[in-house]
């Protein structure tokens, strides 16, 4: 038999649930409306400035987008054969799954508007650090 | 009750999403039908995970009270806190937004939010996915990335908890 507590925490968590929902499913339509509106095929051509505007290109774009971050590697990969430099493939990579501009009205709702503000906003520029590091140390090797 | 359970805000967010769809809907009629067929297949994707998240609230709900919330996860707590940040973070399955009713629990539990912040940074290392990422850059660029990524996570974690009760 179920103790008290635990059907209390069941019960405080459905409703933490049922409270999300709206939030889910208005996140979940925002991002197939991203996907429908910006197609893959107009990445590339967003890409063409120096090695830091690039990275920022990337950043943005990857904050942007959203989705399973298995479509950032295979897009990431095809701007690598477009000859788009690897730490703005890296920044973009990076800032998909860090950054989220779509999520951010239900992080603000659930985590608070402040924390949800800077907190992608760090990400935004770590994005760029990261990608700048990691090509960096891979570089060295 | 809590005050925040009781918000509308979520409803209105998402009357907002509908009316960006409608407006949508005028401008570019045909964009809707792949706009929707593209939600359904991530809410295809996200219904196994609101299941596994509801059963970890059940969980932390249950054992993580707020004195165990404050002394392993709250401002105070020292390592361990960036430990589990890390490593829970790394192995939660599922989009990020799919965490913050667990987070929001743990926050008004008294954990911090420079906690929150690095395990929520950490969402971004997928080890299911990292033969793929390793297929198309290599081990070496897959490796190096994960682990300037936790490296960062808990740099960006101290900054948060830096600004806590000051800017946040």
């Given at each position: 038999m179920m103790s008290e507590g635990l059907l209390l925490s069941s019960k405080k968590s459905a409703k933490g649930i049922f409270n999300m929902l709206p939030v889910l499913l208005g996140v979940v339509l925002l991002i197939g409306l991203v996907n429908s509106l910006v197609p893959e095929s107009y990445y590339h051509k967003l890409f063409g400035g120096n090695y830091l505007i690039n990275s920022i290109i990337g950043s943005g774009l990857g904050s942007v987008l959203a989705g399973n971050p298995i479509n950032s590697y295979i897009i990431g990969f095809k701007l690598f054969d477009l000859e788009v430099g690897l730490v703005a493939i890296t920044a973009f990579m990076v800032a998909w799954v860090t950054v989220g501009v779509v999520q951010l009205p239900a992080e603000s709702i659930l985590l608070g508007r402040k924390f949800a503000l800077w907190r992608n906003l760090i990400s935004f520029v770590f994005s760029i650090v990261v990608a700048l590091l990691t090509v960096f140390i891979v570089n060295l090797l | 009750m809590r005050k925040s359970e009781k918000s509308p805000a979520g409803w209105y967010f998402l009357l907002g999403v509908v009316i960006v769809y409608l407006i949508t809907a005028l401008i570019k009629s045909e964009a809707i039908a792949s706009a929707l067929q593209s939600a359904w297949n991530v809410l295809q994707n996200v219904i196994p995970i609101l299941v596994l998240v509801y059963i970890m609230m059940v969980i932390t709900n249950h054992f993580v009270t707020p004195q165990v919330a404050r002394k392993y996860l709250g401002k105070a707590s020292g390592l361990k806190k960036w430990w589990i940040a890390l490593i829970g973070g790394v192995i939660s399955m599922g989009?990020?937004?799919?965490?913050y009713p667990l987070l929001k629990d743990l926050k008004e539990d008294g954990a911090s939010y420079g906690f929150i912040a690095t395990f929520l940074y950490n969402r971004a290392i997928k080890l299911p996915l990292l033969p793929i990422m390793i297929f198309y850059f290599g081990w070496v660029y897959a490796l190096v990335l994960g682990l300037v990524m936790m490296a960062v996570s808990i740099i960006q974690g101290l900054i948060i908890e830096k600004m806590e009760g000051k800017i946040l």
């Amino acid at each position: 038999m179920m103790s008290e507590g635990l059907l209390l925490s069941s019960k405080k968590s459905a409703k933490g649930i049922f409270n999300m929902l709206p939030v889910l499913l208005g996140v979940v339509l925002l991002i197939g409306l991203v996907n429908s509106l910006v197609p893959e095929s107009y990445y590339h051509k967003l890409f063409g400035g120096n090695y830091l505007i690039n990275s920022i290109i990337g950043s943005g774009l990857g904050s942007v987008l959203a989705g399973n971050p298995i479509n950032s590697y295979i897009i990431g990969f095809k701007l690598f054969d477009l000859e788009v430099g690897l730490v703005a493939i890296t920044a973009f990579m990076v800032a998909w799954v860090t950054v989220g501009v779509v999520q951010l009205p239900a992080e603000s709702i659930l985590l608070g508007r402040k924390f949800a503000l800077w907190r992608n906003l760090i990400s935004f520029v770590f994005s760029i650090v990261v990608a700048l590091l990691t090509v960096f140390i891979v570089n060295l090797l | 009750m809590r005050k925040s359970e009781k918000s509308p805000a979520g409803w209105y967010f998402l009357l907002g999403v509908v009316i960006v769809y409608l407006i949508t809907a005028l401008i570019k009629s045909e964009a809707i039908a792949s706009a929707l067929q593209s939600a359904w297949n991530v809410l295809q994707n996200v219904i196994p995970i609101l299941v596994l998240v509801y059963i970890m609230m059940v969980i932390t709900n249950h054992f993580v009270t707020p004195q165990v919330a404050r002394k392993y996860l709250g401002k105070a707590s020292g390592l361990k806190k960036w430990w589990i940040a890390l490593i829970g973070g790394v192995i939660s399955m599922g989009p990020i937004y799919m965490w913050y009713p667990l987070l929001k629990d743990l926050k008004e539990d008294g954990a911090s939010y420079g906690f929150i912040a690095t395990f929520l940074y950490n969402r971004a290392i997928k080890l299911p996915l990292l033969p793929i990422m390793i297929f198309y850059f290599g081990w070496v660029y897959a490796l190096v990335l994960g682990l300037v990524m936790m490296a960062v996570s808990i740099i960006q974690g101290l900054i948060i908890e830096k600004m806590e009760g000051k800017i946040l």
